[in-house]
């Protein structure tokens, strides 16, 4: 079983549909949590980063993490076309050394 | 502030022939790491860096080898290249809390 689990899709939704996108778990010491965005033939971008359990929002982005669950989510509200690209979460925790722990990524396709 | 950037952005190699990547970034950071991603295998990690002079491995390490004798630099190098070394390789480097910032990206191919 891999330490971090996620679905690799593809999710095809139509253009202002509410998108979400999640990953499970399985080390109990992670407490870092990030969501990457990658477009095609690029590198991958840092879209969100949590710290520990809770919301965090960002203009049509929300990340949640559920540590309870080993359970993080990346919800996209009012999704557009430019959210087409593959999304990656990944997490750290303490005694990692800062190295990440990848899902292997979900692609989206918004259709317009 | 460019950030982190690689070189070349694609490359073509035969069986046999060692070359090297290269990585710099100007944001200080003393993390800095390697990874390959292959369809279906997502990211994995080759090597990494946690300070100039301090390198490790990590998941993928056989065939690349690193240094790192600035902060701003992190070559990465292949000995003797194979067609299963045939990927898309980023380098990235990291603050101290886990957050990696990526660069654009060699394409690798090896015939």
């Known amino acids: 079983q891999k330490e971090v689990e996620q679905d690799p899709g593809p999710l095809s939704v139509p253009e202002g549909a509410i998108v979400s996108l999640n990953c499970t778990y399985s080390?109990?010491?992670?407490?870092?949590f990030m969501w990457y965005r990658q477009y095609s033939r690029k590198g991958p971008e840092l879209l969100m980063y949590?710290?520990s359990s809770g919301n965090k929002e960002d203009g049509r982005f929300t990340a949640q993490v559920d540590k309870s669950s080993k359970y993080i989510s990346l919800f996209i509200r009012d999704s557009q076309p430019s959210d087409s690209a593959t999304y990656l979460c990944?997490?750290?925790?303490?005694?990692?050394?800062?190295?990440?722990?990848w899902g292997l990524g979900t692609s989206l396709a918004v259709n317009p | 502030n460019a950030g982190v950037t690689q070189t070349p952005k694609f490359q073509v190699l035969k069986t046999g022939q060692s070359m090297t990547l290269q990585c710099a970034q100007d944001?200080?950071?003393?993390?800095m790491s390697w990874y390959r991603q292959d369809p279906g295998m997502g990211l994995r990690l080759i090597h990494y860096?946690?300070?100039?002079?301090?390198?490790d491995q990590g998941e993928v390490p056989n065939g690349y080898n690193v240094s790192r004798s600035t902060t701003e630099d992190f070559p990465l190098r292949l000995l003797s290249a194979a067609p299963s070394q045939t990927s898309v390789y980023f380098c990235?480097?990291?603050?101290?809390?886990?957050?990696?910032?990526f660069g654009p990206g060699t394409r690798l191919t090896v015939l």
């Open positions: 949590t710290y």
């Open positions: 860096s946690v300070g100039a002079g301090i390198t």
């Open positions: 990235a480097s990291s603050y101290e809390t886990g957050e990696q910032f």
């Open positions: 080390n109990s010491a992670f407490q870092y």
């Open positions: 944001m200080n950071h003393e993390y």
């Open positions: 990944a997490m750290t925790g303490a005694g990692n050394n800062r190295k990440l722990i």
